[in-house]
């Protein structure tokens, strides 16, 4: 397994480029709210097939100093091609995508794209 570097900030947008529920690989999106008031995120799936946009996951509340994991998987299952697309519309939060594989075998992180948190 291996990580990637950590942010420097919250942000209210993040862009995860890659991901997999197909093949057997295990997708998650993982949103932390580090700020001392709760935040409200939409998150959107790109798929080969289009966008994905679960209601749940739409207006999603975020304690203050948690983090809420989403199988990407329950929501968009089977597709070799996901990205992610994270959008707090109240305060700011941090974002990364960790993926397992081969029977959890493998695994890999990778923070966010943030363009507001360089």
């Given at each position: 397994?291996?990580?990637s570097i950590g942010a420097t900030s919250p942000s209210a947008n993040w862009y995860l480029a890659e991901g997999s529920t197909g093949g057997g690989m295990e997708t998650y999106v993982l949103v932390q709210n580090p700020n001392t008031t709760?935040?409200?995120v939409n998150i959107v799936?790109?798929?080969g097939d289009g966008e994905?946009?679960?209601a749940p996951l739409?207006?999603?509340t975020?304690?203050?100093f948690t983090r809420y994991t989403i199988k990407v998987n329950d929501w968009v299952p089977d597709e070799f091609n996901v990205s992610t697309a994270v959008e707090a519309i109240q305060g700011t939060?941090?974002?990364e995508r960790a993926m397992y594989g081969n029977g959890r075998a493998w695994a890999h992180d990778s923070?966010?794209?943030s363009p507001w948190s360089w």
């Amino acid at each position: 397994a291996h990580d990637s570097i950590g942010a420097t900030s919250p942000s209210a947008n993040w862009y995860l480029a890659e991901g997999s529920t197909g093949g057997g690989m295990e997708t998650y999106v993982l949103v932390q709210n580090p700020n001392t008031t709760e935040a409200k995120v939409n998150i959107v799936f790109q798929t080969g097939d289009g966008e994905k946009a679960p209601a749940p996951l739409q207006g999603l509340t975020i304690q203050p100093f948690t983090r809420y994991t989403i199988k990407v998987n329950d929501w968009v299952p089977d597709e070799f091609n996901v990205s992610t697309a994270v959008e707090a519309i109240q305060g700011t939060v941090v974002v990364e995508r960790a993926m397992y594989g081969n029977g959890r075998a493998w695994a890999h992180d990778s923070i966010g794209y943030s363009p507001w948190s360089w």
